[in-house]
């Protein structure tokens, strides 16, 4: 079986996404059969970095099944160490041909970065002053491109961590040109379920 291009794996995402949107499930890759057959190993195709919120579950919002996605999530989807290393490994070691990820509508973690840079600048306090601190520079750069709108501080956060991955990963970019990988930032949708690009490499 010839290996699947990194815009055949996008086209068949959107397409499980359209499903999933028009509650037309397939629900594939999970029963028993194949849980067992996954028991060597695991060869996704492609790499989901998104959001923790509990509304945007990677596997239900493209109706993908067990082992067909490597998935890594954090609140506002934020670039540390270990997300680095953990998108790293699912390109290089696992061999995922498509690196996507994804912000959405509504997200919490965008919305207390706008409270303290437009209201009472008030400083998170705990561990959470980490995520504050890392979602507003996307912040911060949107208002100077005025944009101001949450929704557009959403899509520029989306931006923001694709171009950061860009930067700090070594040979993201050889691997577009040779055509072996695709990233796909993409926006989802609460009400609709519906996902689209926000910002797109390698594949269209
Ligand atoms: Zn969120």
Redesign the pocket.
């Known amino acids: 079986m010839s290996k699947e291009t990194p815009q055949q794996i996008w086209e068949n995402l959107i397409a499980g996404n359209r499903r999933y949107a028009a509650d037309e499930s397939n629900y594939p890759n999970s029963d028993i059969a194949h849980r067992v057959q996954l028991l060597s190993g695991q060869s996704p195709k492609m790499v989901i970095f998104g959001?923790?919120?509990a509304r945007?579950p990677s596997e239900f919002v493209f109706d993908l099944g067990l082992g067909d996605a490597f998935i890594v999530r954090n609140?506002?989807?934020v670039i540390d160490a270990t997300v680095l290393a953990s998108i790293q490994f699912a390109i290089d070691d696992l061999g995922c041909n498509l690196l996507v990820v994804m912000?959405?509508q509504n997200?919490?973690?965008?919305k207390a970065a706008l409270g303290f840079l437009e209201k009472d600048s008030t400083i998170p306090t705990g561990l959470q002053r980490t995520i504050v601190e890392k979602v507003s520079m996307a912040a911060v750069a949107a208002r100077a491109e005025g944009l101001e709108r949450q929704s557009d501080v959403e899509r520029r956060n989306i931006e923001d961590t694709v171009d950061q991955f860009m930067e700090r990963i070594p040979h993201l970019l050889e691997k577009i040109e040779d055509g072996s990988l695709g990233i796909a930032g993409i926006y989802y949708s609460l009400d609709s379920g519906l996902v689209d690009p926000v910002i797109l490499h390698g594949v269209s």
């Open positions: 959001c923790g919120d945007v609140a506002g989807h912000g959405h997200c919490g973690a965008v």
